[in-house]
């Protein structure tokens, strides 16, 4: 089959609204704080040349796997019991078999890249509806060698959207005024490709299609600036089609990579360390380095250095930054507000260090403050306490653990996602051995004591975890 007949051919049909349009438990309108709105939207010049100039040489030949792609009568059958449309799940449905798969199979037929459209992620910073990756098996997606590209999803009702829209211009005057949705909605795809140092994104409502990209324009805008394709409509055919659009800035994304602030950087571990600063300035409950006391975050940006873990939330070790230089190291637990869960987790845990507070320095890391990133982020700054005993115990430890998670039960504090992993150990500069526990993002106020004698035997009965290697 030739690539143009599967373009013909995958074509998504129109998504038909139920009578009811339920919200789905994701906001569907963020806050946008109008400091970090960015002023800068403007039209990606010559998009749809851009896509038939590129696939244009590959439309000729036959792709032999491309012989399994559906028949046009098998393929409208499928699509025509996924246009049903009431909430997110409805529309994230609609995507995957209408324009994900398809893009998947093509990209590895006819371009031989493996790229696969995971969903419900959560990055470095931020939890996003779909990103694009690639040869990522079993990896999280931001440590594949390649790009990657963010996809966030809303319903026509909530991305009120159409192929008839200047988005360019809307967003120019609306951005003045009072941010609507579709602003709410640029910016909060503007930050998480900000956040993580993406060089493209996409805006869906299933109807309409919005491709993005952040290109240098001067020095004193290195975070880039933003530009929008023209909407693509859903009844798009062959090169103006949502599915050949997406085809292509896979293909930029795969050959592109990451994001660099600086066009001379060619570091791609640094091009990935964007700084964060707060909204507001926040009070410090403790030092954060020797040198001088700091009573607030003000003139303190936080520069994420390594990825530690990836659930509800991210966790990641960070420098705090002053004056352009490192004054400090901590670990950020990074909550996206995309998912009022989540958000509300944030003040959670952070209700449990402050009931943990005496604790702080010796049985569980110093919180030493919280706020929010562009509206978007909800940010715990802990302490670094050293790496997990992932691997294993070490000599004693497990005796530390054992006094540490009991002082934690004497307040009242029910872990209940206890694991080697969030266990912390370091060695201090006299010889001896610091423990922690971490990660109280599931703990829980308890006073069953039956419940917390059972974790402690759960403490107890930890093995180290394995990769699965021979």
């Known amino acids: 089959m030739k690539l143009l007949d599967a373009l013909r051919i995958a074509r998504l049909g129109k998504p038909f609204p139920g009578p009811l349009k339920y919200r789905s438990s994701a906001r569907g309108t963020l806050p946008a704080h109008p400091r970090h709105l960015t002023k800068e939207l403007k039209p990606w010049p010559n998009f749809f040349k851009e896509v038939k100039d590129y696939l244009a040489p590959y439309l000729q030949y036959d792709y032999p796997n491309l012989d399994t792609f559906p028949s046009r009568e098998a393929w409208e059958k499928k699509m025509n019991r996924r246009r049903y449309m009431t909430n997110e799940g409805f529309l994230a449905r609609y995507l995957q078999g209408g324009l994900y798969e398809p ?185 954060l380095s020797d040198s001088k006391w700091r009573e607030t975050t003000e003139g303190l940006s936080f520069r994420l250095t390594e990825s530690l873990a990836w659930d509800k939330s991210s966790s990641s070790r960070a420098q705090v930054i002053e004056d352009g230089k490192a004054i400090a190291d901590v670990v950020l637990k990074i909550y996206s507000s995309k998912f009022p869960e ?38 715990l700054i802990l302490e670094d306490c050293g790496d997990s005993l992932r691997a294993g115990w070490k000599p004693g430890t497990t005796d530390l653990a054992k006094r540490a998670l009991t002082a934690i039960h004497d307040r009242g504090v029910c872990h209940s996602d206890i694991a080697l992993q969030n266990i912390v150990y370091k060695v201090d500069g006299s010889g001896s051995g610091e423990l922690r526990i971490i990660d109280f993002g599931e703990a829980r106020v308890e006073d069953d004591g039956e419940v917390l004698r059972r974790e402690v035997r759960e403490l107890e009965a930890l093995e180290p975890e394995h990769d699965g290697e021979m």
């Open 342 to 379: 989540a958000w509300d987790g944030a003040v959670e845990e952070a209700r449990i260090y402050e009931r943990l507070s005496d604790l702080q320095g010796t049985c569980v890391p110093r919180l030493y403050t919280t706020g929010t990133v562009w509206g978007l982020l909800s940010i």
């Open 103 to 287: 893009c998947e199979d093509i990209l590895h037929d006819a371009f031989n890249i493996h790229g696969s459209f995971a969903h419900d992620q959560t990055l470095n910073a931020g939890r996003t509806d779909t990103v694009l990756t690639f040869d990522a098996l079993n990896k999280h997606p931001q440590e594949s060698g390649r790009g990657i590209c963010v996809i966030e999803q809303k319903t026509p009702w909530d991305l009120p959207i159409t192929s008839e829209t200047d988005v360019v211009e809307h967003y120019r005057r609306q951005v003045k005024v009072e941010p609507d949705n579709i602003v709410k909605a640029i910016h909060q795809l503007h930050g998480y490709m900000t956040f993580n140092c993406l060089k493209y994104g996409a805006l869906s409502n299933a109807e309409t299609l919005l491709l993005f990209r952040r290109v240098h324009a001067s020095k004193s805008q290195c975070g880039g600036v933003l530009e929008c394709s023209p909407p693509i409509a859903w009844d798009g055919v062959e090169l103006e089609s949502q599915l050949a659009a997406l085809i292509y800035v896979a293909n930029l994304t795969y050959k592109d990579g990451w994001f660099r602030h600086d066009d001379s950087m060619r570091d791609e571990r640094l091009s990935r360390t964007p700084d964060l600063s707060f909204d507001d300035i926040e009070k410090l409950s403790a030092p």
